[in-house]
Structures are given as structure tokens and as C-alpha cells.
């Protein structure tokens, strides 16, 4: 059966993402303007310097809402920050005039950082795979304002070789 095009280019930015080399999260983003692929980028430490495998991940620790049946509660995480997110690499290396009107197709919901960028950057619609429910209320209120599309791809299934096994 032939793939349908949000398909076609999510399997995409999940192939990116096998290149990350963060051990905690591997996210991969996409550019896409009309059908035309623009830009692929992952999540990754600036070129030169050691990355996670070399270096450890480079954690901190954050207070987070989480919700289980209804109640709340704050729980402490740990996040890697030695990396470049995905989507601001895919901002870094595309030009602004291909990415008025573009759709972003990306791996893994984007922070509360990455959608402020991306809410500044041309970017008409994004498409998530994976909820990354901790930011999730405030970006979909961003998003609105802005008038820029934002859904998640329910019932999709990434390619088995392209999904790691990471640690959280
Ligand atoms: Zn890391
Ligand atoms: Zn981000």
C-alpha cells in the first residue's frame, strides 16, 4: 500500500532522528514545503564539541506536573541539556524564505522553547508523533494565537529499525 504523504515525511524525520547522539532522547524534524523536502535535522551537540556518548549527558533537574487519573502532582526529572534540539537545528540550517508557509514534521512534540521559535519562524502547520504532555497546554494556547496548525499523528507507527531505546 502506498504511503500517504504526512506518513511518508514522519518516517522521515524518524529516520533523522537515528543519527542523534543524545542517549536520553533521540528526536528527529523535518522541513517540508508543498511536498518538497527542505531540511532534516536531530537533536545534537554543536559540531566539534563531545557529544553525549563522549560526554555523558549533561543533566539538570526540574519540577514537573504530571497527572495520573486526574490528580496532580510534582514530580522532579532529569533533562539532557547538552543538545541542540532538533527543531532549533532545523531552524539553523534552513533559510527563512523556504520556510514561510512550510510544514514542520517532527518526532516528538516540541518544548515550550522549540515552539516559541518555531511560532517565529514561518512555519504555517507542525506534526507530532510522540506527546511530551509536560509543556503540551501552553504550546497548543501558542500555537492558536498564532494561527499555526498543530495536530498529532494518532494512529501512526514509525519504522521498527529507526525507534532506540533510550533511557528517561
Ligand atoms: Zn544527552
Ligand atoms: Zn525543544
Not at 529516520?15 to 547522539?21: C, F, H, V
Not at 553525549?52 to 487519573?69: S, W
Not at 527563512?96 to 516528538?108: A, C, L, P, Q
Amino acid at each position: 500500500m502506498r504511503k500517504d504523504w504526512d506518513t511518508y515525511f514522519m518516517d522521515i524525520a524518524y529516520m533523522a532522528s537515528t543519527r542523534s547522539q543524545c542517549i536520553r532522547r533521540h528526536v528527529g524534524a523535518v522541513l517540508v514545503q508543498g511536498k518538497k523536502l527542505l531540511g532534516t535535522a536531530y537533536n545534537g551537540a554543536p559540531m566539534g564539541v563531545p557529544d553525549c556518548y563522549e560526554a555523558g549527558c549533561m543533566l539538570v533537574e526540574e519540577l514537573e506536573l504530571k497527572v495520573t487519573d486526574g490528580k496532580e502532582e510534582m514530580v522532579r526529572k532529569e533533562r539532557c541539556i547538552r543538545t541542540i534540539h532538533a527543531e532549533q537545528n532545523l531552524l539553523l540550517f534552513t533559510d527563512r524564505i523556504d520556510r514561510e508557509g512550510s510544514t514542520v514534521y517532527v518526532t516528538d512534540q516540541p518544548c515550550w522553547t522549540c515552539a516559541n521559535m518555531l511560532a517565529n519562524s514561518g512555519v504555517k502547520e507542525i506534526v507530532y508523533h510522540r506527546s511530551y504532555p509536560k509543556d503540551s497546554a501552553k504550546v497548543y494556547e501558542l500555537m492558536a494565537a498564532r494561527g499555526i496548525g498543530f495536530r498529532r499523528l494518532e494512529a501512526y507507527d514509525p519504522p521498527a529499525e529507526t525507534v532506540m531505546e533510550v533511557t528517561n
